[in-house]
């Protein structure tokens, strides 16, 4: 099983619809963090969370919200969903020290 | 933040060195320089990261130059299955870290 896992893999949808990508993992950090992947484009940082209490918004937060719900979960949402918010989404974890980022295998979401 | 500076891609020979390299002239005193690579259709994995020393490990090494402008990756002998985009970023260790676009990898047999 994944350490880190993302739901759903693929997901279709309509403009305007409340979408949710969820991560979930079993290597007990305390630091979760969302990516977006657009073609040519690189990675880009859309919101981090150091621990349960704590959230950070990245380089491209508008648009989106986020809920660490527990230590191992921390949930993505688009309210109110936008084409150009189509891209391969990646959450990631790492511990405080040791710099090493584990990430998932990516939500694709494709927004009509 | 401070940036890097990678080529878009390199190509070489399977069994042969490859160097990677990276410019960030605006680094910072307590930045780390990482590397991480992402294969076709996975999610990026971690490689190797550094602060001034040359670090190695089973997957590569990193060779960073004095002044700490510039460093490069070393992949002592590529594989087919090295082929990837290559990420040099620069943060703080357990830190959020910013992606840039990376340099790709073509490995020929």
């Known amino acids: 099983d994944a350490d880190v896992t993302q739901t759903p893999r693929n997901r279709i949808t309509k403009t305007g619809k409340r979408i949710m990508l969820e991560c979930s993992q079993t290597?007990?950090?305390?630091?979760m963090y969302w990516y977006r992947q657009d073609p040519g484009l690189g990675l880009r940082l859309i919101y981090y969370s150091f621990d349960v209490k704590d959230i950070n918004k990245g380089e491209i937060s508008d648009g989106y919200s986020v809920s660490r719900q527990a230590q191992a979960k921390f949930s993505l949402s688009l309210e109110s969903a936008i084409p150009n918010q189509t891209a391969l989404y990646f959450c990631?974890?790492?511990?405080?020290?040791?710099?090493?980022?584990?990430f998932g295998e990516g939500s694709r979401l494709t927004v009509l | 933040d401070a940036k890097t500076t990678q080529p878009n891609s390199m190509e070489s020979n399977e069994e042969e060195p490859v160097h990677l390299p990276c410019n960030h002239s605006t680094i910072s005193g307590t930045d780390y320089i990482h590397w991480y690579r992402q294969l076709p259709s996975q999610g990026p994995e971690y490689v190797i990261h550094?602060?001034?020393s040359n670090v190695n490990n089973r997957m590569a090494s990193l060779a960073i130059a004095e002044d700490r402008k510039s460093s490069t990756l070393i992949l002592h002998r590529a594989t087919l299955r090295d082929a990837a985009v290559y990420y040099c970023i620069l943060g703080l260790a357990g830190y959020a870290l910013n992606f840039g676009k990376g340099t790709s990898l073509l490995v020929t047999p």
């Open positions: 290597k007990g950090h305390d630091r």
């Open positions: 990631a974890t790492s511990e405080a020290n040791t710099g090493e980022l584990f």
């Open positions: 550094g602060l001034t």
